[in-house]
């Protein structure tokens, strides 16, 4: 298994356990109920039901991948050629091989800028819509603000038995639910869905109890709590996350839809090997099992981007098999009828400078921060095929054509999701909190 390191020193290993404990802890729950206000905004209409959100932790660069610049001087364009897409006068960096080919199925937005230029602040801003309010550090897990999948978990959950709000391997840091309360935190499938004994942790009864034995407990521990507790959720009782927590937990166990979505064997080799036989493959394949049992927001949490040294030999051997697997989840999707009402988005917290450089200690050349610039993929639930978002300039410096910031990418999600980005939450303490600063969502891709 990889082990992905950022300049911050953060590993995928090092953050398994927060992403667990974003489901399972309890240091979320101090206040857990947020109020929706009654807004004489309604809600935009439903174009999607489901969100698979691609997290390209580490900041991908702009140049190898969607934005490729020919024209401009060696040290800036990089060693990787540009390649001719579906879309007339459109180039994609030559490993972008197949996703060049389908452009007409989605659509790619050049020119979302912002002024966070670490991966702490970077993440929170692009994962949530609102800039962190404090200076944030490099390594920093923050959450000023609730997360769009915990966003989507509330506002488009149901009871049918699974967590409304999946991330895999783990949970991006700024993926929480803050003030919406760790019922609406990710489930956390940690394990490798490429491994053989692939095991999804507590989705199944422990083999010595039976499940009549299980909801003869469970019903037992219900009448004991209504006995010795009086439940008041205005005094923000905290054993009440534990009752969501359990409630969850039975559901899971007992749901048939639960071990057939996490059944990744029950595919078909062929499907498999289209997918690509790796972790984050396999994760995308079992991503759209999850949206066919009903599961708003997926995150599959992809790291390693990072890249100051070394640029073009990790990508080299990587973007070829991400190429792969990205456009055969686009094409599954619509082969199923199913990309109408999914969303699929890939992105990172930034781009990557315009020129390269080695820094100091490396003896290969990298790209290093860059938030002026950053590419964004943009599929699925009537989003118009095809579309190309704005432009930066010649040598990739900054977006210069339709200018966009994350609030305006934040709210298309939403707004492709049926939630009104305008509307107000109140936090436990009773403060207004608008879901998008600025709900303009951006109108070529509704």
């Known amino acids: 298994m990889s082990v992905y390191r950022r300049c911050d020193g953060v590993t995928r290993r090092g953050s398994i356990q927060l992403g667990l404990g974003g489901f399972l802890g309890t240091g979320l729950v101090a206040g857990l109920q947020a109020q929706a206000d009654n807004s004489d905004s309604p ?108 966003v989507a978990a509330r506002e488009l959950g149901q009871d049918n038995g699974l967590p409304a709000y999946f991330s895999m391997p783990r949970m991006s840091r700024s993926g ?50 209504r006995m010795l507790r009086i439940r008041n959720e205005a005094a923000g009782d905290p054993s009440l996350a534990f009752d969501e927590y359990y409630r969850q937990g039975h559901n899971l166990v007992t749901s048939v839809a639960a071990q057939q979505a996490f059944d990744i064997h029950g595919e078909s080799e062929e499907m498999r090997d289209r997918y690509g036989r790796d972790s984050f493959g396999q994760r995308c394949l079992l991503a759209r099992r999850l949206v066919e049992a009903g599961v708003p927001f997926i995150t599959v949490y992809d790291g390693g981007w990072d890249h100051h040294s070394n640029l073009f030999g990790a990508l080299k051997t990587r973007l070829p098999a991400w190429d792969n697997s990205v456009a055969t989840l686009i094409q599954d999707l619509k082969e199923r009828g199913l990309l109408d009402s999914t969303l699929v988005i890939a992105l990172g917290e930034f781009g990557r400078t315009p020129k390269i450089s080695t820094l100091s200690g490396q003896t290969q050349a990298g790209r290093d921060h860059w938030a002026n610039a950053m590419s964004v993929l943009f599929a699925g639930g009537g989003t118009p095929g095809g579309t190309v978002v704005g432009a930066t300039d010649r040598k990739g410096f900054s977006a210069v054509d339709r200018v966009l910031s994350p609030e305006n990418f934040v709210s298309t999600v939403y707004t492709k999701l049926g939630i009104n980005p305008n509307k107000v939450l109140y936090t436990p303490q009773g403060r207004p909190t608008h879901l998008v600063s600025d709900p303009e969502p951006i109108s070529e891709l509704l």
């Open 43 to 150: 809600s935009p209409a439903a174009k999607a039901t489901s969100c698979i959100l691609i997290w390209m932790d580490g900041g991908p660069t702009h140049f190898e991948t969607f934005d490729p610049k020919p024209d401009a001087p060696a040290e800036y364009r990089g060693e990787f050629s540009d390649i001719e897409t579906s879309v007339p006068g459109v180039g994609f960096s030559e490993n972008m091989v197949r996703l060049a080919a389908g452009l007409n199925d989605f659509a790619m937005i050049r020119s979302i800028r912002h002024d966070q230029g670490n991966h702490g602040a970077g993440n929170h801003y692009m994962m949530t819509g609102a800039p962190p309010r404090i200076p944030v550090g490099c390594g920093a897990f923050v959450s000023f603000h609730p997360s769009m999948g915990s």
């Open 176 to 225: 929480g639910p803050n003030f919406l309360g760790a019922q609406h935190a990710p489930f956390v499938v940690a394990d490798d869905p490429n491994r053989t004994n692939f095991k999804v942790r507590d989705v199944a009864l422990p083999r010595e109890l039976s499940e009549t034995r299980f909801t003869s407990r469970t019903e037992l521990r219900s009448k004991v709590d």
